[in-house]
C-alpha cells in the first residue's frame, strides 16, 4: 500500500492541458462543434483571468489555476481524469495495481509488488507530466495513513480505524455556547457518521466512541446527546447491531 500526494496541485496545473483535456472529454461525448468552440473561449477567459494582489502589486501567475475559484475543482478535475483514463485505466487492467482510489490530490493505492513496486509507481506517475509532483508514502507495519482513515492490511482483508493529526485537539463549540445548536452538534454528527461508515471493525468503533465521547464531557455536551446521534446513524445507514451502552 501506498498513498501519493499531488505537491500544489492548483498552481501546477497546465492551462494548455486542462483546455486540451477539455477537448478530448467533449469529443468523447460528442459534442457539436460550435458549443464546443464556445465553452473553449469561454474556458480559457476563465483560466486567463487569474490575478492576485502582494504589497500593493498585481501579479499574472504563468501557470496553474487560481486557489480559491469555485471553479478550479472541477478544472482541476478535467485534467487529472483524463491522466487516469490513458494512464491508471491501463495499469489497472493490468492488475499491475490492484486499487486505485483519489480524493482531489490524495491518492490510495494497492499495487501487487511481483508487477509493479512502489519505486516503479512512483517514476510512472512523475514521468506524466513535467508540472505535477507525485510526493509517495509507503505502508509501515502493514499500515498506511490516508485522508481520515488508518488502514492497516492483515490476512482477513483491510481493517480501517480513525486516524486523526498530532495536531488535532478535542476542542469543539462549547455546549452552553451561545451558538445555533445544530453548529454546535454539527462536530458531533460528523463523527459518530464517521464512525458508522468508515471504522470497519467493533474494535476500532469502540476506540473512536471512546473518544468521540470524551471530547463530548470535555466541552460540556451529555452524553445521552451522543447516543441519541449514533442511533440515528445507525439506523439511516442500515447497521445491524450496535456497540451502543447506556448504563
Known sequence: MITLDIKDLYVNVPKQGIIQSTAIWMDKNKVCSDIKKQILQLLTVIIEQNYFQYNNQYFKPDKGIAMGSPI???????????????????????????????YVDDIFIVNDTSRMNEKTIKDSMNSIDEHLEFKMTEETNNSI?????????????????????????NITIQHTSNHPQDRKDAAYRYYVNRMITLANTERARIEERKYILSTARHNGFPTHKIIDMEKKEITKNGEKGSIINET
Open 145 to 169: 495513513n490516508y485522508l481520515d482513515m488508518t488502514i492497516n492490511k492483515n490476512t482477513n482483508g483491510m481493517e480501517i480505524s480513525i486516524y486523526r493529526k498530532p495536531t488535532s485537539t
Open 72 to 102: 478550479s475543482g472541477t478544472l482541476a478535475e478535467i485534467y487529472l481524469q483524463l491522466i487516469e483514463e490513458r494512464y491508471i485505466k491501463h495499469w489497472i487492467e493490468n492488475q499491475n495495481i490492484v486499487y486505485y482510489k483519489r
